[in-house]
């Protein structure tokens, strides 16, 4: 068995190669996503990508770990961190921590994943000191989209000044990573130059200590959901759809089941035997 990725050799990289990061929710993708990727991220986006949600709003602790199973089961290399689901540890440190020890002990996670920068402060500070590493997460933050009124570029402008705090709050409270997501880049470039832990971008800059993507989006499963920020690397949901097509006609047309895929009378070990 390969050595797995810690926290402490995530924030090492700071500066270095870039970390290579995507989400994953289910096993058989995870097993390919830890091929290539240093983080393996349960995402909340789990209930938009997987679960028909409007938002993570509804998305529960029950359903995280779930998914944090699965995808535990494909993970050998890759840091696994699972996120924090909306609800589940705003109220105070120690609602966080039961919570994210919670996830920690029955997913076998390494680090927790949570949004908000100088108003989580406090929790990171009280999670990290106990043992649960943390990657923070600022900027747009899908869990706050109704107090945003949308899913928003953050930062613009004099904004710039409330994410430059939130980063060097997260940083100060022992985060050992940061995902900046939908920040202009000159914002992402500035905060990565000045804040000490390595930044994931998700629609930030390409000078960002590393990237992160839904798996999902990035293989074109979705054929409306297409942000600026996505490149769509494979169109497997048009592929998909091809081939369920495909089937659909065979079926209809008798082509499908064909010789090869059914089963003859004579017993394969007999059959075996005599020829
Ligand atoms: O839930 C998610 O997938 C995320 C990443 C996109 C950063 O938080
Ligand atoms: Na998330």
């Not at 938009?48 to 709003?57: A, D, E, I, N, R």
């Not at 923070?136 to 899908?142: D, E, K, N, R, S």
């Not at 869990?143 to 009124?149: E, M």
């Not at 949308?150 to 940061?178: C, M, N, P, T, W």
């Amino acid at each position: 068995r390969i050595a797995a990725l810690t926290p402490p050799d995530i924030l090492a990289r700071k500066g270095g190669e870039p970390l290579v990061c995507l989400t994953a929710y289910t096993t058989p993708l995870a097993r390919i996503v830890d091929r290539h990727c240093d983080i393996v991220l349960v995402g909340d986006s789990v209930g938009m990508v997987l679960h028909g949600l409007p938002s993570t709003l509804g998305v529960t602790l029950d359903m995280m770990i779930m998914h944090g199973k699965a995808v535990r089961r494909g993970v050998e290399r890759a840091l696994l961190v699972v996120d924090m689901p909306f609800g589940s540890y705003e109220e105070s440190p120690e609602q966080a921590f039961r919570n994210a020890a919670r996830i920690m002990a029955e997913t076998g996670c390494s680090a927790v994943k949570l949004e908000g920068g100088e108003t989580m402060e406090r929790t990171i500070r009280f999670l990290t000191r106990h043992g649960i590493p943390v990657m923070g997460h600022i900027g747009l933050t899908p869990q706050a989209v109704n107090s945003f009124g949308g899913y928003k570029v953050q930062g613009r402008g004099d904004d710039a000044f409330h994410i430059l705090r939130d980063a060097e709050a997260v940083a100060d409270a022992g985060a050992f990573s940061v995902v900046l997501e939908k920040v202009p880049a000159a914002l992402a470039d500035r905060i990565t130059a000045t804040t000490p832990i390595p930044t994931i971008g998700i629609g930030a800059s390409a000078s960002c200590d590393g990237q992160i993507l839904v798996v999902d989006d990035m293989l074109g499963m979705f054929d409306t959901f297409r942000p600026k920020f996505v490149k769509r690397f494979a169109e497997l949901g048009q592929t998909a759809d091809e081939a369920i097509a495909d089937y659909a006609s065979d079926v209809r047309a008798r082509r499908f089941p064909a010789a090869e895929h059914v089963f003859s009378d004579t017993a394969p070990a007999l059959h075996k035997g005599k020829t």
